[in-house]
């Protein structure tokens, strides 16, 4: 089982990104994936989930209408489109999957390596 993020990269404030997360060996359909982040220094934060099939979705406050998570279930593939970037959302970016129902609060399962995305100001 893996996941694969993808997408990072070195991007000027106020400019746009787009991370993918691929699954191998997981039908990602069958699970809420989540994409969390992690600055130097700092916890991992939550930043947006989705549900299996889409109709479910939550943002952490700090990127609300800036990031917009989605989600291709034919392709297995998780997307985070990040636009408006600031400084403080530099930060390596993880995707993760979880079991049960969106609502459900069960902890992730799997989770990907990362990948980095810095906003220079």
């Known amino acids: 089982v893996q996941l694969q993020a993808s997408g990072g990269g070195l991007v000027q404030a106020g400019g746009s990104l787009r991370l993918s997360c691929a699954a191998s060996?997981?039908?990602?359909?069958?699970?809420?994936m989540g994409w969390f982040r992690q600055a130097p220094g700092k916890e991992r934060e939550f930043v947006a989930d989705?549900?299996?099939?889409?109709?479910?979705?939550g943002y952490a406050d700090s990127v609300k209408g800036r990031l917009t998570i989605s989600r291709d279930n034919a392709k297995n593939t998780v997307y985070l489109q990040m636009n408006s970037l600031k400084a403080e959302d530099t930060a390596v970016y993880y995707c993760?999957?979880?079991?049960?129902?969106?609502?459900?609060?069960?902890?992730?399962?799997?989770w990907g390596q990362g990948t980095q995305v810095t906003v220079s100001s």
């Open positions: 993760a999957a979880r079991d049960g129902t969106y609502y459900s609060g069960l902890d992730y399962r799997y």
């Open positions: 060996g997981l039908t990602l359909r069958n699970y809420v």
């Open positions: 989705i549900s299996q099939s889409g109709s479910s979705i």
